[in-house]
């Protein structure tokens, strides 16, 4: 069966401690991974995507890596305004998307 | 980057009425469009893909009737709920397959409020 699961739930972080979002995923044919960060009452902004194994993509304090079999969000020395829900998501052939339940990131001043 | 914009962002409608949500992709043109729920604090629910000028594909449990869904053009799709109810009060957020690299892009999001 086709899953992507996210984990944790939730982390709470104090500003300044680095850590990393998981991302697995079962869906055979990957055609992209993507990432997005979601605020409350807002839709969720794009991030990432990445398409193979052993691909990496950064902006800023987040570094987003890819395996056959998941994918790590990590932060590096994060800020409260990194606090947000990150989702990822994995297209598969043709308009097959599947979402995570997400990962609810506090980051404590 | 590519921008996908919804209008209303916010929207009271009577029960009863019917209300219409836009999605627009602003530099880009969407090939697919895809039009989700989210209740507080839960991931989204796809409700329906579409494409340009065809019949959209809702997921199971979604009624077509209620939840009606144009792609008129490359860069518009709309989201008419018929009839609402109270219990249609949700976020409704669209997003836009289209771009370099087929990145899916989220719209800003609707707030419909059902009274």
């Known amino acids: 069966e086709d899953q992507v699961t996210q984990s944790p739930e939730a982390l709470r972080l104090q500003e300044g401690e680095s850590s990393s979002l998981n991302c697995s995923y079962t869906v055979s044919g990957l055609r992209g991974l993507f990432w997005y960060r979601q605020d409350p009452g807002k839709g969720p902004e794009f991030l990432f995507t990445?398409?193979?194994a052993g691909e990496e993509k950064e902006k800023e304090r987040l570094k987003a890596t890819l395996t056959k079999k998941e994918s790590f969000l990590h932060i590096t020395a994060p800020k409260p305004e990194d606090s947000a829900t990150y989702l990822c998501?994995?297209?598969?052939?043709?308009?097959?998307?599947?979402f995570g339940t997400g990962t609810s990131l506090t980051v404590i001043p | 980057g590519a921008v996908v914009s919804q209008h209303p962002s916010r929207v009271i409608c009577k029960s009863g009425t019917s209300v219409k949500i836009e999605c627009r992709s602003l530099?880009?043109?969407?090939?697919?469009m895809f039009w989700y729920r989210q209740f507080p604090k839960q991931s989204l629910m796809l409700m329906a893909t579409?494409?340009?000028?065809?019949?959209?594909?809702?997921e199971q449990g979604v009624e077509k009737d209620k939840f009606l869904i144009n792609h008129a053009s490359l860069t518009l799709s709309t989201l008419t709920v018929t009839s609402a109810h109270p219990e249609d009060s949700s976020f409704y957020i669209c997003s836009a397959r289209g771009g370099s690299g087929n990145t899916i892009y989220f719209g800003e999001g609707s707030w419909l409020t059902v009274v």
């Open positions: 579409s494409n340009e000028g065809s019949k959209a594909t809702y």
């Open positions: 530099d880009f043109q969407a090939t697919t």
């Open positions: 998501a994995v297209l598969k052939g043709g308009n097959q998307f599947y």
């Open positions: 990445l398409y193979s």
